[in-house]
């Protein structure tokens, strides 16, 4: 740390070069990315320090930027993504594309960055599973919702096997179906996985200035994140001790089944973010992925441009983990059962769009919507309403019969769990890339599956949400995840439909049934 006539300044040494930055008292990951532009690094639970999105190596050793005082690595080798030699990038972006193991892009750069510095450390003689135990132990310090994990560990054994790799080529088809499975066009391209897909947050013009919600719902606004923090008081997330509930209760009757379920997260890792110049068409908020439909509003796109057009320059509208926690949509509570006859009551949380989904869907089910103190909810999540009618459904398969589930655009996907394995068929029309549906499938199953067993929010009696950190959420770790298994049904006559959210109500009934019917979800992790 030396100063000069501007104030204090800290020597950094980042990929190999030497850099002198404003000493302000920042973590590693706002200098990263305010001070010497390298967004490889990402914020997705700033400052949390619980989704591994931002993982740098220090000295070779994986460390969470976001919660890492740049004073304290002085002196010391920060290697970031861009900072990756270009062999060994090459490798891990092709292996990720290859096998699915990168959508949007967002967590992926801070995942390779660990799984290198973790192969690194085996033992010359270590074997494939070696290799596997090490990477899911690796991990543990991440979260990602796209991918489903699975395709991660088969990337890392593609890594590993030295095997050459062929990068899918990007045809009509592909763009098409990669379109259809995640709501908007996406790039699935090794320059994606290593965080160069162009999120708004990535991208805003260099003389931007910052702003982010206080604690009233108010714009603070700052030339740095941490200036624009400190003027909103922001407070960081907590996780409660409190249990979660169910706000709904079961109808009473002679039912076969039933189950509950309290409000969920779409738990997108990707904070919403815009920028946008004075004048301008804000960035959308969307960026290398959907959302799982959980972005929908556009209150930061119009933020941003409202307070660029108030301070005549480009401002970069910013939600934090927390912000995303109580202010994005939810999917509504749930409570219903069903008779021997397929008929049934369905119970949800009042929400917009809910009558329809039912009639349409479940016209055999009675409806009721109740009105309850909670965070907003909405039908635009992946399978609301209509995936809990086919959950209900499936109590009515026999035990040794798979599970099949039509969704409401005549996709079908059928599951069973075959020798500890999640085992699903899909048929949603022609199948134009085969690897592209694969990935998203294997997404969506291990989502569904999350959902059944370990998803929850605890929101108290007055509709207060008291987990407002990511880890709070209940992502299914990728220990805890089923071996999965894909296969496509080529259904040329039809056409090309949405096959992954099929695969998410398929696997969330399996989940269900091999938990016995157990009728309050989260139904805890069931043994792989």
Known sequence: MTENGSGRVLELLVNGHAHSVPDRGDTLLDVLRQDLGLTGAKDGCSPQGQCGCCTVLVDGQPRVACVTPARRVRGRAITTIEGLDEASADRW????????????????????????????????????????????????????????????????????????VTIPAETAGRSERIRLEGGVPQAMVPAAALGSSGFAADTAPDDHLIAVLDPSGEWAVGDTLAEARLAAGKVQGRRTTMEHHHPIAMPDGDFVAGFQTTWTDPAYLETDASWCEPGGEPASALGNGGAFGGKQGGEIEAAARRLADRHGRPVLALWSREDVMQRAPKRPPFAGAIRADGTGVVRFAATEGIEAIVQSYGPEFELETHEIPGPETGVHLRGAAWAEIAVLRSALTSSDEPITVVAPNGAQATAAVTDNRLVVNVSAGPILDAGALRSYCIGAAHMGWSWATSEAMTVDGEGQIHDLTVRSLGILRAMDTPAIEIRIDDDANGPAVNGSDAVFAAAAAVAWRASSHRQQWPLGVLPR
């Open 93 to 164: 972006s092709g292996a990720l594309c290859a096998t699915g193991g990168s959508q949007c892009g967002f967590c992926t750069p801070g995942i390779v960055l660990r799984l290198e510095a973790t192969l690194n450390k085996l033992e010359d003689d270590a074997t494939e599973a070696d290799a596997t135990a090490a990477t899911e132990q690796a991990l543990l310090a991440h979260m990602c919702r796209c991918t489903g994990w699975q395709t991660i560990t088969e990337a890392v054994q593609l890594v590993v096997s030295g095997e050459p």
